[in-house]
T-cell receptor, first 115, second 116 residues
Framework: DAGITQSPRHKVTETGTPVTLRCHQT?????MYWYRQDPGHGLRLIHY???????DKGEVSDGYSVSRSKTEDFLLTLESATSSQTSVYFC??????????????FGQGTRLTVV | AQSVTQPDIHITVSEGASLELRCNYS??????LFWYVQSPGQGLQLLLK??????LVQGIKGFEAEFKRSQSSFNLRKPSVHWSDAAEYFC??????????????FGKGTKLSVIP
């Protein structure tokens, strides 16, 4: 299994509070991603990173920010959590080998509940 | 924009029966294609992938998928389903950009139930 650790695995927080989720990898992969999974929507990309301090928005980035100060860590921050951000969050990593993108490897997920 | 359609939200099959899960994509060029499986409370595991070449792809756990360019489809099959195959299955695509960011677009998933 790819070395991806998400923390925390479960969190309950109150509306309006800031929340930070952490993704840590030991594979030295260049690309890291945050997805959210909601019933009936599959997985949707929030933000991704293509290198240290290089990040970009995905499909559902409103209300989220990210940071990547080291290759191995990718942080997702909800500045002011809302109930609509209750979801399961997955981190993923991938790498370019030659001219091919390899498959993405996923973490175990973080279940976030905003009350 | 690229999109992935999995027409079946939920499929129930008997153990030992054959299985086919459908996936259609909408994209100008042939994307890279993937099937992932997710067991309850778990992350996603790659079953198989198609980049180019032979259109019949073998994966783990006895699964295979066939790419059909004319139908923009990448259907997942298994000849004999086991109770442990009960899970949710996701089809995903990535544009064939080679180098560059790698943004998976997922279908909404098909939940598979297996009757003993």
């Amino acid at each position: 299994d790819a070395g991806i650790t998400q923390s925390p695995r479960h969190k309950v927080t109150e509306t309006g509070t800031p929340v930070t989720l952490r993704c840590h990898q030991t594979e030295n992969h260049r690309y890291m991603y945050w997805y959210r999974q909601d019933p009936g929507h599959g997985l949707r990309l929030i933000h991704y990173s293509y290198g240290v301090k290089d990040t970009d928005k995905g499909e559902v980035s409103d209300g989220y920010s990210v940071s990547r100060s080291k290759t191995e860590d990718f942080l997702l921050t909800l500045e002011s959590a809302t109930s609509s951000q209750t979801s399961v969050y997955f981190c993923a990593i991938s790498e370019i080998v030659g001219t091919f993108n390899t498959e993405a490897f996923f973490g175990q997920g973080t279940r976030l509940t905003v009350v | 924009a690229q999109s992935v359609t999995q027409p079946d939200i939920h499929i129930t099959v008997s153990e030992g029966a054959s299985l086919e899960l459908r996936c259609n994509y909408s994209y100008g060029a042939t994307p890279y294609l993937f099937w992932y499986v997710q067991s309850p409370g778990q992350g996603l595991q790659l079953l198989l992938k198609y980049f180019s070449g032979d259109t019949l792809v073998q994966g783990i756990k006895g699964f295979e998928a066939e790419f059909k360019r004319s139908q923009s489809s990448f259907n997942l099959r298994k000849p004999s389903v086991h109770w442990s195959d009960a899970a949710e299955y996701f089809c995903a695509v990535v544009p064939p950009t080679g180098a560059g960011s790698y943004q998976l677009t997922f279908g909404k998933g098909t939940k598979l139930s297996v009757i003993p």
